[in-house]
């Protein structure tokens, strides 16, 4: 499914900024990543994206679903389905360990790996391939950034979302953990055909990307 955003066109309340876009499509399996300075409407692209704002005018699409054709509560319930969201604070529950942060995602999408693995093996074998299966019983308040970092990822793509957007995803990670993301994060995108949007001011990492684009040519 791909995504596609039309006349899109967004101002903060008493605030000169704002963002325009013509026309965007991300298509399933080929990764876009969204480049910028700090501070200039990168997030708020994203956040326009996965219907956490809502755009003064225009339509952004997921596969078949028009976000700014439903209300508020039925954009919750289409993430929660179909989207996998890697913020940049990582969002996650600090009481809570590792385990029960990468597999929170399955108590609103229980049969997401249904036919294929249970939630858990998905979950643990992304924690293995993640290098953080021996904090697995750890409370993620306890953890590095970096580690906090991979467990937000994790949580991310454990219930096999169609649609992952993913806010600087390894400004916590050293150059080694930093090719170990981006090769997961690829990886899952081909093998299930899914729409990649990616934040990051890293641009040593563009070569990996088939579709760029500079936050600076929207804003109006």
């Given amino acids: 499914m791909d995504l596609a955003v039309t006349d899109l ?26 480049l910028g300075p700090s501070g200039g409407g990168k997030t708020t692209l994203l956040r326009l994206m996965t219907g956490l704002l809502a755009p003064d005018s225009g339509t952004v699409t997921c596969g078949s679903t028009r976000l700014s054709s439903l209300s508020a509560e039925a954009r ?8 996998g969201l890697i913020f940049q604070d990582f969002a996650l ?45 750890r409370r993620t308040s306890l953890l590095s950034q970096g580690e906090r970092q991979r467990v937000a990822i994790a949580r ?7 649609f992952v957007f993913a806010d600087e995803p390894t ?32 641009t040593e990492l563009m070569p990996l990307f088939p579709q760029q684009l500079r936050v600076e040519d929207l804003t109006v």
């Fill in 9 to 34: 066109r967004f101002h903060y309340p008493g605030s000169a900024f704002g963002l325009a876009v013509k026309t965007l499509t991300v298509r399933a399996g080929e990764p876009l990543a969204i």
């Fill in 171 to 202: 400004a916590s990670l050293d150059a080694g953990r930093r090719g170990l993301v981006m090769n997961l994060l690829l990886d899952y995108t081909r093998e299930t055909q899914a729409c990649l949007v990616m934040v990051t001011h890293d």
């Fill in 93 to 137: 529950l600090d009481y809570l360990t590792v385990e029960e942060n990468i597999l929170l995602p399955m108590r609103f999408h229980p049969g997401a790996n249904e036919g294929e693995k249970t939630g858990a093996q998905a979950a643990r074998e992304l924690s293995e391939r993640l290098e953080i299966s021996a904090h697995w019983q």
């Fill in 156 to 162: 991310a793509l454990a219930h096999r979302p169609k």
């Fill in 76 to 83: 919750r319930q289409f993430r929660l389905q179909n989207i």
